[in-house]
């Protein structure tokens, strides 16, 4: 089964991590897909795994939070008459600080590239993605990453959780505005909760530091403890979510949140 045979598929922050996993996921899936990132050993790395399986990719070094960058690259789908059916906007970051030892560059930078890249994204696909729709039975789609940090509070970085919970409410005001303009795109999103990438690591370390008294082997078991299903997750186990919102499977979803946390939002 190819769900993506003819698709064309941007994926943000797909140079590793969950954005790496669902790259790979969906080029096994018959999607060509176009990597974003501004990491580009890994990116080209990804790329070379995804062609040795006869599959489809190529790589772009686009910061999301640049608007030139995002015009360029529009540019250049157009010029060689490109079409783009799925967009995952999948590329952010982590503070994992203290609010009061925050610099003004760190929100800055934090807010650009997790909210900004975002609207970026959008902005600049959307012409793509209704030309796409139009050709298909059941629109084309946008996939965002949010996560439980956007459903409740964090504990370890309220201003991660400021951006995520931007995300869920521009998720499902965006899913409204293509319903109300008929414009054949669904969009949904994506909320994970402590997955095992550098991302993953870089919530240990901030629990670490904010309580002196853990060691590391502590500070990840906490997360563990925190998850009723007894561990944590994998970016396969998100990517998996991604492709089905990706694929006609999902066809009368948009505006939708999937919760892929072990139960960690249950409690
Ligand atoms: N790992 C988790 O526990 C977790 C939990 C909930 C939500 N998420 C969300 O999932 C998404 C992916 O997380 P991850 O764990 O794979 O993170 P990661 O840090 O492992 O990978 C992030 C990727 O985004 C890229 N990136 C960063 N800034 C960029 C920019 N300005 N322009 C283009 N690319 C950029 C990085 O180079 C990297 O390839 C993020 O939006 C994150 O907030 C992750």
Request: without cysteine.
């Amino acid at each position: 089964m190819m769900p993506l045979l003819n698709k064309n598929a941007v994926i943000t922050g797909g140079s590793k991590g969950i954005g790496k996993s669902v790259s790979l996921s969906l080029a096994n899936a018959g999607a060509k897909v176009f990597i974003l990132d501004i990491d580009e050993i890994n990116g080209s790395n990804t790329v070379k795994q995804i062609l040795n399986q006869k599959e489809k990719a190529s790589f772009y070094k686009i910061d999301v939070s640049q608007e030139k960058e995002w015009d360029k690259f529009s540019k250049k789908l157009e010029n060689e008459n490109e079409s783009i059916d799925i967009l995952v906007n999948n590329a952010g970051i982590w503070l994992g600080k203290e609010i009061n030892d925050v610099s003004m560059e760190e929100y800055q930078r934090l807010i650009s590239i997790n909210l900004t890249g975002v609207f970026l994204g959008i902005k600049y696909l959307t012409p793509f993605l209704i030309d796409a729709g139009k050709k298909s039975k059941y629109g084309s789609s946008i996939i965002n990453l949010s996560s439980v940090a956007g459903l409740v509070g964090s504990q370890l970085d309220p201003l991660y959780s400021m951006t995520k919970g931007g995300i869920t409410t521009f998720t499902k005001s965006m899913a409204i505005y293509f319903g109300k303009k008929k414009l054949p795109i669904r969009i949904n999103q994506v909320h994970p909760g402590i997955i095992e990438t550098e991302m993953g690591d870089q919530v240990s370390d901030a629990r670490l530091k904010q309580n002196p008294n853990m060691t590391s082997e502590d500070s990840y078991l906490a997360g563990i403890s925190q998850t009723p299903i007894g561990r944590l997750g994998t970016a396969e186990e998100v990517a998996k979510t991604i492709l089905f919102l990706s694929s006609d499977e999902s066809s009368f979803m948009t505006g939708s949140s999937l919760v892929v946390d072990g139960g960690l939002t249950a409690q």
